[in-house]
């Protein structure tokens, strides 16, 4: 499953490059949990958490019916 969850981030990851950030997928967690962290100018965005839930979430959830949530973390929090 973690190798399908990195193809399908590539697949957004050139929507956030445009705006200078990036997503790099961290984990998959047994209870459907989804781990990233967001990169460059997401990192420090005001709207990253709509970036996470309404665009990276959605299209996850929309493709795998295993991912339950996705959850930005830093790279301290995993």
Known sequence: MNEQIKEALEQIRPFLQRDGGDVQFIDFTEDGI???????????????????????????KENFAEVKAVEAVNQYQF
């Open 34 to 60: 989804v781990k990233v962290q967001l990169e460059g100018h997401c990192a420090g965005c005001p709207h990253a958490q709509m970036t996470v839930k309404n665009g990276i979430e959605s299209f996850l």
